[in-house]
């Protein structure tokens, strides 16, 4: 079945593999992120009909609102919400982390899932969708001092709870939990690690369940 599917974080690294993969089998997409020109290279890439970009930043609730409701008029219909969308920070520990950059991380990576949340479920509701969250092996682990890390632990738990709260109309919710992925998130190249691509797998794993079924996480290490 053609399903559309809502990402943020779009336009780089696992959301534009998951845009991708999810296109190569037939799904329409919609894409968000701030970065215009790289949504609107990645539309022409995919194809005017398969995909449609629209910007914002997900730690703004309004602008994300106005989002929601531009995809919600160009399809008509949501199906996924694949909340992706998040930053990592510079200064490491408590001690020498640096505030203004946690309340940027913090708004993104907390703030931005749960207004992504709130817009979602009423279009999910309608299709008894799926919400997908990327969360990270550091919201399963501790790493010291890590508020990254927390802002993920924080993204696990919201996942969880979100499950119980869309099992009440037949809405699934899962929740991806990668180790290190290569990707612009690192200043260097980590090739001996996981692929985009190999989330996005993830992705289309949990998507392709069978309705009796909810994969309310997946946990993907690299394998070396
Ligand atoms: O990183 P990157 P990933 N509003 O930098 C967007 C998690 N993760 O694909 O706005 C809207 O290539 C940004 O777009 P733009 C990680 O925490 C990663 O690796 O145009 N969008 C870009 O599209 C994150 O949650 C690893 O700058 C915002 C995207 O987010 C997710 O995976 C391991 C935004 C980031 O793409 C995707 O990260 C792990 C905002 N305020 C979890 N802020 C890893 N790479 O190893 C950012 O466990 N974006």
């Known amino acids: 079945d053609?399903?559309?599917?809502?990402?943020?974080?779009?336009?780089?690294?696992?959301?534009k593999a998951t845009a991708q993969a999810l296109v190569d089998e037939g799904n329409k997409v919609a894409l968000i992120a701030r970065s215009e020109d790289k949504l609107n290279d990645l539309v022409a890439e995919l194809g005017d009909g398969n995909a449609f970009a629209v910007t914002a930043?997900?730690?703004?609730?309004?602008?994300?609102?106005?989002?929601?409701?531009?995809?919600?008029?160009?399809?008509?219909?949501?199906?996924?919400?694949?909340?992706?969308?998040?930053?990592?920070?510079?200064?490491?520990?408590i001690e020498n982390g640096d505030v203004a950059e946690w309340q940027s991380m913090l708004g993104a990576n907390i703030n931005g899932l749960l207004y992504t949340a709130k817009l979602a479920l009423p279009l999910l509701k309608q299709t008894k969708g799926h919400f997908i969250l990327t969360s990270s092996v550091a919201g399963r682990i501790a790493l010291k001092g890590s508020v990254y890390g927390a802002s993920k632990w924080f993204a696990y738990g919201f996942g969880q709870n979100l499950a119980e709260e869309m099992k009440e109309w037949g809405g699934r919710c899962t929740t991806i939990c990668p180790g290190m992925v290569n990707t612009p998130f690192f200043d260097e190249p980590k090739e001996d690690k996981l692929q985009p691509e190999d989330i996005a797998k993830s992705v289309l794993f949990a998507l392709s369940a069978n309705d009796s079924a909810c994969v309310r996480e997946v946990y993907v290490m690299p394998t070396s």
């Open 2 to 15: 053609s399903k559309v599917i809502v990402i943020t974080g779009a336009s780089s690294g696992i959301g």
């Open 57 to 93: 930043d997900v730690s703004d609730f309004d602008d994300l609102e106005k989002a929601f409701s531009k995809v919600n008029k160009h399809y008509g219909q949501v199906d996924g919400v694949f909340a992706n969308a998040g930053t990592g920070a510079k200064s490491a520990g």
